[in-house]
């Protein structure tokens, strides 16, 4: 079946780096979704992406539809403490019933 | 609230025990989902609901598991005689549209956290 490989799992960051992470997958994609996930509570979206090579800001995050649709990239400008969390990428493609399949998660800590 | 509301958000229930959970998604989405999600994992997919048609039931882990939905509205998700493996966050998601729209957008709730002792 259609997978999503996203990476890195996981990273530390200190307060104004800058962060990126990405997704990839063998399969071409329609929509792209970018989540943020904190302890006890549900995933937010924070980006959707609809076409390729497009790019997206919200804020400090960027995010990009990559041009071949088989992958896409979140950056984080100038990380703050409350971005720590898990992002979850989540790739949308067709077919007669079309389906949503999530990367496993890339998770923010701070560094120690 | 204008968001989805999950209701309860906790629940500890014994061995072999039934559970409901609840999903109030937002108002005038067409599409609902239920995902599982175990401690420290990613989202996995349990069971989706778009308009009148028959669900997607292809995620359902077991006969064990079961949900329906009441028109565009409430959904439940039904656990029997639940195992400690059933331990998760159950979180339940909604779209206005299905997943062939040209713009696609899921929201999800804050979850029901599941302990099964």
């Known amino acids: 079946g259609q997978q999503l490989n996203q990476s890195p799992q996981s990273m530390f960051i200190q307060e104004g780096e800058d962060v990126s992470m990405n997704c990839t997958s063998s399969?071409?994609?329609?929509?792209w979704l970018w989540y943020k996930q904190d302890p006890g509570e549900g995933p937010v979206l924070l980006i959707a992406?609809?076409?390729?090579?497009e790019l997206t800001s919200n804020g400090r995050l960027t995010a990009q539809f990559g041009i071949t649709r088989k992958d896409s990239f979140l950056n984080i400008s100038a990380s703050i403490p409350s971005d720590v969390g898990i992002y979850f990428c989540a790739g949308l493609y067709g077919g007669s019933q079309g389906n949503l399949i999530f990367g496993k998660g890339t998770k923010l800590s701070v560094k120690p | 609230g204008a968001g989805v509301s999950q209701s309860p958000s906790n629940k500890v229930t014994e061995k072999g025990k039934d559970v409901e959970l609840r999903c109030d998604p937002i108002s005038g989405h067409t599409a609902l989902y239920w995902y599982r999600q175990r401690l420290g994992q990613g989202l996995e997919f349990l069971i989706y609901?778009?308009?009148?048609?028959?669900?997607?039931k292809s995620g359902l882990p077991s006969d064990r598991f079961s949900a329906e939905r009441t028109g565009e509205s409430v959904s439940t998700l039904t656990i029997q005689r639940t195992q400690q493996e059933d331990s998760a966050v159950y979180l339940c998601?909604?779209?206005?549209?299905?997943?062939?729209?040209?713009?696609?957008?899921?929201?999800f709730g804050p979850g029901t956290r599941l302990t099964v002792t």
């Open positions: 998601a909604s779209s206005l549209k299905g997943l062939l729209s040209v713009t696609y957008e899921q929201y």
């Open positions: 992406l609809y076409k390729a090579g």
């Open positions: 609901f778009q308009g009148n048609s028959a669900p997607d």
């Open positions: 399969s071409i994609f329609n929509t």
